[in-house]
């Protein structure tokens, strides 16, 4: 392996496990959260609270987190937010109630931001194109082992222990990203870069973002592919245990294939992107998954065929093809906005923690215990991601606009 390669991968491994600090303290509770609703006296709606507090907290902090990469470096926010996420995962661990897990959750959301922001702006940093596009598809495959392994961790803790120290283990994990920044990632925002830098221009660099129509449009494609999966987070674990009798051990399997199809199509990627050209691929992406959430929802809630198989098939297909679109679209939209790369990756984590939020809140109320409300919210999303790469992607925007 060449040198260059060799830094490319420690760089995705980094990157990856910080991006993954996050999506780690929502998937490795996922399958303890009837367990919680047990243990505090709280019912469902309760629970998944403790999900959203998490989601809002991340939306927000990313607005703030962003620009602090741009005018104090990519590092020093990153152990910041680090130190606050531990705290917050022993306040979880503690928690002697619902409020008490709801607060702490949302300090821990917050202590996630800036690791969830700043990697993609290291990417951004280091490269662009077809090269950005292959580390973010290498930081997704780091990334997308945590919907593996942290529901399986997490269903074992807490059946060895209790739900409880699955917060102790998230906050250990976050410990050990914390030295790994330390050793192995270099600064990649340089000082005079830095110099640029300040609040104020924070907020200017907002409006030129917010004033971008092309940025808008491919980060809400992004926002609205990772709602569709939000969606799926706060609901699967009460479809499968209560209407398809799932295990906690077997729904964390049938939660894993999911970042299994993820990850061997994401590693396409950049492959993809050098033949055909990246907005090509994402175009078609998009379609793909339009077309194959479409035939869930006449399957399964239309059609009325209620089976677990055809369920999880068609949505293994469909969070596999996210690995494209995702990846792809963060590329696409920060391609014209080098020299506000963290204020561009925190508009775009924000937008993507607020449109699940919102997606999900939408979707709650209408939650029969059935797969039905699930499945419409997730191809509703995707049916709008189709409407905006339709618009978004045509040949006239083959080169990104480039905002001043």
């Known amino acids: 392996m ?7 991968s420690r760089y995705a491994i980094v990157l990856g496990l910080l ?35 998490f989601f809002i907290a991340t939306a927000a902090g990313q607005l703030i987190a962003g620009p602090l990469s741009d005018i104090f470096g990519r590092k020093r926010p990153m152990y910041v937010g680090l130190a606050v996420f531990v705290a917050a995962s022993i306040g979880c661990a503690l928690a002697p109630s619902i409020g008490v ?32 596009a292959r580390l973010m598809s290498l930081l997704i495959l780091v990334y997308s082992v945590s919907p593996i392994l942290a529901p399986l961790v997490g269903s074992f803790v807490a059946d060895a222990a209790n739900w409880r120290a699955v917060f102790w283990v998230i ?20 000082p005079a870069a830095r110099q640029q830098s300040s609040l104020r221009g924070a907020m200017a660099s907002y409006g030129v973002l917010l004033r971008d129509r092309h940025f808008l449009a491919v980060a809400f494609m992004a926002s609205l592919t990772l709602s569709g999966f939000f969606i799926y987070v706060a609901n699967s674990s009460f479809v499968m245990s209560t209407h398809f009798g799932v295990s906690p051990r077997l729904y964390a399997v049938l939660f894993a294939l999911n970042a299994v199809s993820m990850i061997a199509v994401s590693q396409m990627n950049g492959w993809l992107a050098a033949r055909f050209g990246i907005r090509r691929v994402l175009r078609t992406a998009v379609i793909a998954h339009a077309i194959t959430t479409a035939l869930l929802l006449l399957v399964s809630a239309l059609a009325g065929v209620d089976r677990l198989g055809v369920l999880v098939g068609f949505l293994v297909v469909a969070y596999g093809l996210n690995g494209v679109i995702v990846p792809s679209a963060f590329v696409v939209a920060m391609e014209g906005h080098a020299a506000r790369a963290g204020t561009a990756s925190a508009l775009l ?6 449109g699940g939020a919102v997606m999900v809140a939408l979707v709650a109320p209408f939650a029969d215990g059935t797969p039905r409300p699930m499945v419409a919210g997730i191809a509703c999303c995707s049916a709008v991601v189709l409407v905006l790469a339709l618009r978004a992607l045509r040949p006239a925007h083959a080169t990104a606009p480039v905002s001043a």
């Open 2 to 8: 060449s040198s260059s390669n060799a830094r490319l």
């Open 171 to 190: 906050g250990a994990l976050a410990l050990l990203a914390m030295a790994m920044v330390a050793v192995f990632l270099p600064e990649t925002r340089p």
């Open 19 to 53: 991006t993954a600090i996050g999506p780690c303290a929502i998937d490795m509770y996922l399958p303890a959260l009837p367990a919680i609703g047990h243990a505090l006296g709280a019912g469902p709606h309760a629970v998944q609270a403790s999900l959203m507090a």
């Open 101 to 132: 897990l709801i607060a702490f959750r949302f300090l821990q959301g917050l202590g996630a931001c800036a690791c969830m922001v700043t990697p993609r702006a290291v990417v951004r940093d280091l490269h662009t194109g077809t090269e950005a």
């Open 349 to 354: 984590g924000t937008l993507n923690f607020a």
